[in-house]
């Protein structure tokens, strides 16, 4: 969540990316940060023991969510 | 500030005491004097009442009857109970208390009855404190209302009064406003004063505080990734050694149960960093605080390295502070667990014990990816002090019997999946990298029982011990 207040800062457009495990820790530090909201994507948990194969299928069906994510709304605070 | 008269003598007296009322007569006889009275107003007839105690502490007085003599606004005299030739050359005026013994000591001023030491002390420097005052209700319970706020990592806390935070910050003669690190993960700057909060929270003693304000610099390091580690599902947390004489003079354990419970200064100083993590830095369980199962040492894990009984510089010698100095190492860890060898009578035999143990961190199979603290006891350092060996000698066996063939580690091998892919697995592998496995020594004088410390990941990924010297 930092990397992504750094980039908003710095003029780059980004978007939050992690597993669901993830939701409260992310809600939590993007709080902490001053955002009401931010533009997030969550992939199904778990990761560490995805094969590659697997992982790609993964980032293939978050795609689009990601780029709608860049590409739509932005954070809020 | 109290009216004192710019030139002409000022007494201060308590009916409470038996001199002051010897020289009551006294004070009746000398025309002029301003007498503050302590505890009672009509004592003696005409005196200014000073039982909020606001001349006495203006004028630092410790033991009544005092006699302050003022020539120009400022104090030219001053003497302490009774004694005729004193106050007779402070007052100028011969003969007095004609009858009375030629000397009597005084009591003990107001100013330093230790019932009031708390109240009198807020009184004058409570205003030097920046922090917000929160105010209970009567109907509050203290240590439960800490929980409500969520200050507290689920152990009572130490409520932190003005008082006992004006008392902490005696222990340090660092600035009460000066910000001491940033405070992952909400990268919060934290004052001498919060972390002081923090440390009376955490059931410190005010001498313990330099120490936790070292850790807390430590911690809030770029190289030491407190936000990493604590994000992490991995199990870790901070822990601390100290070296150097201040471990002795806060009585730090480093001896028998040094890792465990029962040493005040073991079990706060380690709380109060992870206190401020937490109350300062929005660290929380449940919050960034991903851990799937964390460990006890969480709640605060600080012991000392045992110096006295070592074969080895100290750590923090090893680390480049200069001997004698005082220094903390803070470093992430996993809670301990032992590693038994009560045979081996050679270094190289207790080396391989030593390191068999070592591979199980984070899993037998893996490799270069996390470090660990090896805490070396007294029974097993004296094998390695009978034989000469240096710490670095101890490494490099270590490093030796920690170099794992591939075809054991490889993923796969031994019917586990897990392991080091093949792409990698192509020659002997060293268990630690460079730098990623420490050495201490601490415990009691008798058990052949070393441990082991997992940590998390070393390096830029992960988090490196750092050193910080102690300061007063």
Same mark, same amino acid.
């Given at each position: 969540m930092h990397d992504f207040a750094a980039l908003e800062a710095r003029g780059v457009v980004a978007a939050f990316c992690a597993s669901t495990e993830f939701v409260d820790a992310s809600a939590a530090q993007a709080r902490a940060l001053g955002y009401r909201e931010v533009p997030a994507v969550f992939v199904p948990?778990?990761?560490?023991?995805?094969?590659d194969d697997e992982t790609r299928a993964l980032a293939d069906a978050a795609l689009d969510a990601v780029l709608a994510a860049v590409t739509t709304g932005g954070p809020a605070r | 500030m109290p009216d004192f008269p710019r030139d002409g003598v000022v007494a201060v007296v308590k009916r409470d005491c038996p001199t002051c009322r010897l020289v009551e007569p006294v004070l009746a006889q000398l025309a002029g004097v301003v007498v503050y009275s302590q505890d009672d107003p #009509?004592?003696?007839? +005409?005196a200014r009442d000073d039982t909020d105690l606001a001349a006495s502490l203006a004028l630092g007085v $410790?033991? &009544?009857p005092t006699l302050v003599r003022f020539a120009a606004g400022a104090e030219v005299a001053r003497t302490e109970g009774w004694l005729r030739p004193a106050w007779e050359e402070l007052? =100028?005026?011969?003969?007095?208390?004609?009858? *009375?013994?030629e000397h009597r000591p005084g009591c003990g001023s107001r100013t330093q009855d230790p019932e009031l030491a708390d109240e009198l002390l807020v009184r004058s420097r409570g205003h030097t404190l920046a922090s917000r005052a929160v105010e209970l209700t009567a109907l509050e319970d203290e240590a439960e209302a800490l929980f409500d706020r969520g200050w507290s990592d689920g152990l009572p806390v130490v409520a932190p009064t003005q008082a006992r935070v004006l008392r902490m910050l005696? @222990?340090?003669?660092?600035?009460?406003? $000066?910000? &001491?690190a940033v405070v992952p993960p909400n990268l919060v700057p934290v004052t001498v004063e919060k972390v002081a909060v923090n440390a009376v929270l955490a059931g410190c003693?005010?001498?313990y505080l330099p120490v936790v304000l070292a850790a807390v610099e430590a911690a809030c390091t770029d190289e030491f990734n407190a936000h990493g580690l604590l994000a992490t599902t991995w199990g870790a947390g901070p822990a601390i050694v100290v070296n150097g004489p201040v471990a002795a003079e806060i009585g *730090?354990?480093? @001896?028998?149960? #040094?890792?465990?419970? +029962?040493t005040r200064a073991n079990s706060t100083i380690g709380r109060a960093l992870q206190l401020v993590i937490r109350n &300062?830095? @929005?660290?929380r369980p449940g919050g960034v605080?991903?851990?799937?199962l964390g460990h006890p040492g969480k709640t605060g894990f600080c012991f000392a390295e045992?110096? #006295? =009984?070592?074969?080895? $510089?100290?750590l923090s010698v090893s680390r480049g502070v200069a001997p004698g100095v005082s220094a903390v190492t803070v470093f992430a860890a996993e809670g301990p667990r032992g590693i038994a060898d009560?045979?081996?009578?050679?270094p190289d035999s207790l080396a391989r014990s030593l390191a068999a143990g070592l591979?199980?961190?984070?899993?037998?199979? *893996? &490799?270069?990816g996390f470090d660990a603290t090896l805490v070396v006891c007294p029974e097993h350092a004296r094998v390695f002090a009978a034989a000469g060996w240096s710490r670095a000698d101890l490494e490099g066996a270590l490093a030796e019997a920690l170099t794992l063939d591939p075809a054991e580690i490889?993923? %796969?091998? =031994?019917?586990? $999946?897990? %392991?080091?892919?093949a792409a990698r697995a192509t020659a002997p592998l060293p268990k630690?990298?460079? =730098?990623?496995l420490m050495i201490v020594h601490a415990g009691g004088? #008798?058990?052949?029982f070393s441990a082991v410390i997992g940590g998390w990941v070393g390096g830029a990924a992960g988090s490196t011990p750092v050193t910080r010297e102690v300061r007063p």
């Amino acid at each position: 969540m930092h990397d992504f207040a750094a980039l908003e800062a710095r003029g780059v457009v980004a978007a939050f990316c992690a597993s669901t495990e993830f939701v409260d820790a992310s809600a939590a530090q993007a709080r902490a940060l001053g955002y009401r909201e931010v533009p997030a994507v969550f992939v199904p948990h778990p990761i560490q023991d995805r094969t590659d194969d697997e992982t790609r299928a993964l980032a293939d069906a978050a795609l689009d969510a990601v780029l709608a994510a860049v590409t739509t709304g932005g954070p809020a605070r | 500030m109290p009216d004192f008269p710019r030139d002409g003598v000022v007494a201060v007296v308590k009916r409470d005491c038996p001199t002051c009322r010897l020289v009551e007569p006294v004070l009746a006889q000398l025309a002029g004097v301003v007498v503050y009275s302590q505890d009672d107003p #009509a004592f003696p007839p +005409g005196a200014r009442d000073d039982t909020d105690l606001a001349a006495s502490l203006a004028l630092g007085v $410790e033991t &009544v009857p005092t006699l302050v003599r003022f020539a120009a606004g400022a104090e030219v005299a001053r003497t302490e109970g009774w004694l005729r030739p004193a106050w007779e050359e402070l007052t =100028g005026v011969d003969g007095l208390g004609a009858g *009375l013994p030629e000397h009597r000591p005084g009591c003990g001023s107001r100013t330093q009855d230790p019932e009031l030491a708390d109240e009198l002390l807020v009184r004058s420097r409570g205003h030097t404190l920046a922090s917000r005052a929160v105010e209970l209700t009567a109907l509050e319970d203290e240590a439960e209302a800490l929980f409500d706020r969520g200050w507290s990592d689920g152990l009572p806390v130490v409520a932190p009064t003005q008082a006992r935070v004006l008392r902490m910050l005696d @222990g340090t003669s660092r600035a009460p406003d $000066e910000v &001491v690190a940033v405070v992952p993960p909400n990268l919060v700057p934290v004052t001498v004063e919060k972390v002081a909060v923090n440390a009376v929270l955490a059931g410190c003693r005010p001498e313990y505080l330099p120490v936790v304000l070292a850790a807390v610099e430590a911690a809030c390091t770029d190289e030491f990734n407190a936000h990493g580690l604590l994000a992490t599902t991995w199990g870790a947390g901070p822990a601390i050694v100290v070296n150097g004489p201040v471990a002795a003079e806060i009585g *730090l354990n480093s @001896g028998g149960n #040094a890792l465990g419970q +029962g040493t005040r200064a073991n079990s706060t100083i380690g709380r109060a960093l992870q206190l401020v993590i937490r109350n &300062v830095g @929005g660290g929380r369980p449940g919050g960034v605080d991903r851990a799937t199962l964390g460990h006890p040492g969480k709640t605060g894990f600080c012991f000392a390295e045992d110096e #006295a =009984g070592s074969p080895w $510089e100290p750590l923090s010698v090893s680390r480049g502070v200069a001997p004698g100095v005082s220094a903390v190492t803070v470093f992430a860890a996993e809670g301990p667990r032992g590693i038994a060898d009560q045979i081996s009578r050679t270094p190289d035999s207790l080396a391989r014990s030593l390191a068999a143990g070592l591979r199980t961190v984070a899993h037998p199979k *893996l &490799v270069m990816g996390f470090d660990a603290t090896l805490v070396v006891c007294p029974e097993h350092a004296r094998v390695f002090a009978a034989a000469g060996w240096s710490r670095a000698d101890l490494e490099g066996a270590l490093a030796e019997a920690l170099t794992l063939d591939p075809a054991e580690i490889v993923r %796969g091998a =031994g019917g586990i $999946e897990e %392991g080091v892919p093949a792409a990698r697995a192509t020659a002997p592998l060293p268990k630690f990298r460079p =730098g990623g496995l420490m050495i201490v020594h601490a415990g009691g004088g #008798a058990g052949m029982f070393s441990a082991v410390i997992g940590g998390w990941v070393g390096g830029a990924a992960g988090s490196t011990p750092v050193t910080r010297e102690v300061r007063p």
